[in-house]
């Protein structure tokens, strides 16, 4: 059962689909408010605890309106969930690009759709805590952003969707991308981005200097056209066995790089 005080924003056309999240989350404790339309959802989402995006239909698709959501002032800390009508990994990847959180392929098994919503929501209060000004006369502070791409059975597509969403973060210019590539024994992210690293991440968490001084961090990535820094995966397999995650994605972490 979920605590949140808040409401959930339900964005879609189809009355079935929304009736059908509405009726999961509201059995899950949540309350639910469902926009009728685009223009509805752009005046109720900065209020809102988390919005989810279904099937629209009519001047705005679904792709459009997610990236129309998160240029809305007031968006910026608010989890975007979007139902895709399929699994396809381009489909993913269209909404994952203008800046949807998570994206869950119908049909959907309740159980995971709680456990998504829980997730974010949760994700949603700590940024909204660790952003929060302290008395009236401070500035929020930059919290780094981490966005995980995982393919538990392998074959999916990852590092195709993280290289994608890395490069649109940078595209909308956002300050200081980095791309880590924690595919210890395969990774290719540097071939698909073309570059040729000097160092990878076995290097990093090899140097002790390094992990003791976050400034030096950037100095093992390598720089993409794009701005995005990429921390390349080690040159070996065999050398996968120095990184652990308190060296490599912590160190870049520490040193204020948001991490795709």
Request: glycine share 8%.
């Amino acid at each position: 059962m979920s605590t949140s005080t808040g409401y959930v924003l339900l964005l879609g056309t189809d009355r079935d689909a929304v009736g059908e999240v509405g009726t999961v989350l509201q059995a899950h404790g949540l309350r639910v408010v469902a926009a009728p339309d685009a223009e509805a959802g752009v005046a109720h989402g900065p209020a809102a605890e988390l919005v989810i995006l279904d099937r629209i239909e009519g001047r705005s698709d679904a792709i459009s309106l997610c990236s129309r959501l998160r240029m809305t002032p007031g968006m910026a800390q608010v989890p975007i969930l979007c139902l895709a009508a399929s699994d396809d990994v381009e489909e993913r990847v269209r909404f994952l690009e203008p800046g949807a959180d998570d994206v869950m392929a119908r049909p959907f098994d309740a159980r995971e759709l709680e456990a998504r919503v829980d997730a974010l929501l949760a994700r949603g209060r700590r940024s909204r805590e660790e952003t929060a000004p302290v008395g009236t006369s401070e500035a929020p502070v930059a919290v780094p952003r981490l966005v995980g791409v995982l393919g538990p059975k392998g074959g999916s597509g990852t590092t195709t969707i993280a290289v994608n969403t890395a490069l649109a973060l940078a595209a909308r210019g956002e300050p200081r991308v980095a791309l880590v590539d924690l595919d210890l024994q395969w990774g290719d992210v540097a071939t698909q981005l073309n570059v040729s690293p000097r160092h990878s991440i076995s290097d990093l968490a090899r140097d002790a200097t390094a992990l003791a001084e976050p400034s030096i961090v950037e100095s093992f990535a390598e720089r993409h056209a794009s701005g995005l820094s990429v921390f390349a995966a080690p040159m070996r397999p065999d050398e996968s066995a120095s990184v652990g995650a308190d060296t490599s994605v912590s160190s870049c972490l520490r040193s204020g790089t948001p991490i795709a």
